[in-house]
T-cell receptor, first 118, second 111 residues
């Protein structure tokens, strides 16, 4: 498949446990984005990677959230000590470099990971 | 504060009619605006991307316009079909390395 893939598609966890969400972007896309979509809310930006570096971490809601990207490809979003308010759909997107560094190019989204914290 | 607004939150239209979805943004210094479609339980599908230098983009039955001076974008859907039922999201890029999304319009096409 040529699209963005995410795993797992669904995750149910108990409050206080750690979870790791994975995103596999489209091959060749240097920019990678994580967003969160809570029930009835719009999409909330979490973090952006250009290659392996994350110049903008301002959207991470707390220090329980972290993300990394290795080899300029796969990214993982880790939530430690999950809380019920972390329940949401976590979406990953990637975009090609383009002429303007990636932000002005179309973002292609994965199907998301639906996280439920009990 | 840079914000994107979509009104109405929900819209129902009989099959075959043409319709317009609205998106407004607070900062005219927009780089581009993107329209997405989201089906229930699914991710986002990009429909159209309009750069700030463009006035409109077309793809099949879809036409998106951008008016920076008034802070508005519209998505026009011609000859609507039941398969067009979905939530439509607009997102603006203001040059700060992320997309700012509206909360979407949930469209229902009535057969």
């Amino acid at each position: 498949g040529a699209g963005v893939s995410q795993s797992p598609s669904n995750k149910v966890t108990e409050k206080g446990k750690d979870v790791e969400l994975r995103c596999d972007p489209i091959s060749g896309h240097t920019a990678l984005y994580w967003y969160r979509q809570s029930l009835g809310q719009g999409l909330e930006f979490l973090i952006y990677f250009q290659g392996n570096s994350a110049p903008d971490k301002s959207g991470l809601p707390s220090d329980r959230f972290s993300a990394e990207r290795t080899g300029g490809s796969v990214s993982t979003l880790t939530i430690q000590r999950t809380q019920q308010e972390d329940s949401a759909v976590y979406l990953c997107a990637s975009s090609s470099p383009g002429l303007a560094g990636g932000h002005q190019e179309t973002q292609y989204f994965g199907p998301g990971t639906r996280l439920l914290v009990l | 504060k840079q914000e994107v607004t979509q009104i109405p939150a929900a819209l129902s239209v009989p099959e075959g009619e043409n319709l317009v979805l609205n998106c407004s943004f607070t900062d005219s210094a927009i780089y581009n605006l993107q329209w997405f479609r989201q089906d229930p339980g699914k991710g986002l599908t990009s429909l159209l991307l309009i750069q700030s230098s463009q006035r409109e983009q077309t793809s099949g039955r879809l036409n998106a316009s951008l008016d920076k001076s008034s802070g508005r974008s519209t998505l026009y859907i011609a000859a609507s079909q039941p398969g067009d039922s979905a939530t439509y999201l607009c997102a603006a890029y203001f040059g700060n390395e992320k997309l700012t999304f509206g909360t979407g319009t949930r469209l229902t096409i009535i057969p």
